[in-house]
């Protein structure tokens, strides 16, 4: 072949390739496979935003098999001839998008879906995925395992920052919170717990199904599932339901238990210095799971390890914190992990509040504490993913915080958390629209303070 002809020959297969994957029409182009966040590689997709899931899955403990329906309503923010789901492991049977069938095939822990018709950007969509298969948690390294577990009488879907593609096709990432409406079906006998307001339960041949929905925006890794033998409590407060469950193998009349139980009394409190209570229930599952060594701030029912509740008498600290992150992560979200502290460091200081309020340790002096014990050299805002759940974040995150209410003043401070949660309710947010906004109320500059107390290297003077 002549150089030119080469040239003519190379430029066609171009065309034609692209002919072929925009559907013989420059509007649309293949979404990307992830969001470009460094601390989750692969996580999250390009080209459209999710509006809503309604889960449907049947899970089986007897041989850890999984069924599911997930059917999902989004809206392009780019012409798409094909799109990514996160989904780890599980077999999907079939896609539909808007009702007609779609091709689909898996490239590791992504599901591509090429639908007949390209989707012109700004259209809304919906996508129905069928789906089985044994579910297993994802190995993430050096943060642990997180996403599904089987459990001896049931299982737990639970982990940060990634767990919900090991049961349902999603777009895993905190930038893209949407509502749900999640039902789960087990043997009869068995509690499958979830997140939001019970829509009731129902029985049928052997199998019940429990309902639940979510209707204020939510990030992936706040979905949870607990199924298994729980005492679960069901009641009001504060004029909406309120949820618990202790696992049934730990005492009724135990310290989790016990401690549990003042979720509405915590939250309460909580509310009285942050603002209205962000959702629409209440509650907490403490897991006898001894794999599950954390607490996590699942929205509205935040899950417990059985490790808090070890010591014989009640751990309210840690529904403190956990009740805290409804504000501080769940309804105000980070657009990035990077800004980890925004939900950390408010939360360790609601910690700190919290035992101050109960009669405890005064918040200066867990302030002299922290400020003694940590590690000036590690940064609280960009730590790197091994040190996502670092004192970097929580301790020193915390520190900032109280360093601000010093150099603001009480009524300034507090003026700017709840302006700020409420400005931001239902929203996704950075570091530098935080330091935005306290200067904005404050009225001075604040960044070389907070920068000095988020991520100098040295111990800043105290304010
Ligand atoms: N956000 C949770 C909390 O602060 C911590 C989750 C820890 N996760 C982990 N894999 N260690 O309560
Ligand atoms: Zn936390």
Redesign the pocket.
Known sequence: MTPGRRWWAAALAVALLAGGCTGHDGRFRPGSADLGDPYVPGAGNGGYDVDHYALAVRYDPADDRLTGRATITATATAGLSRFHLDLAGLTVDRVRVDGAEAEHHRDGAELVVTPPRGLPAGKRFGVEVTYGGVPAPLP?GE??E?GFRATPDGAIAL??PESASTWFPVNDHPADKATYDIEVTVPDGLAALSNGVPQGRESRAGWTTWRWAEHAPMASYLTTLVIGNYRVTTGTHAGKPIVTAVAAGLPADGPAAASVARTGAVADYLASVFGPYPFDAYGGLVVADPGI?????TQTRPVYGPGFFGRGRPDTE?VA??LA?QWF?DSVSLARWRDIWL??GF?TYAEWLWTAHDGGRAVADSFTAAYRGVDWTKPSVDPGRAAL?GDAV?RRGALAVHALRRTVGDATFFRILRGWLAEHRDGTVTTADFIGYAERVAGRPLRPLLDAWLVGATAPALP
Request: aromatic content about 14%; hydrophobic content about 30%.
């Open positions: 993430s943060l642990g997180g982990g940060q060594r954390y607490a996590l701030e840690v914190h956990e992150h992560g939900n950390e939360a759940f929580y």
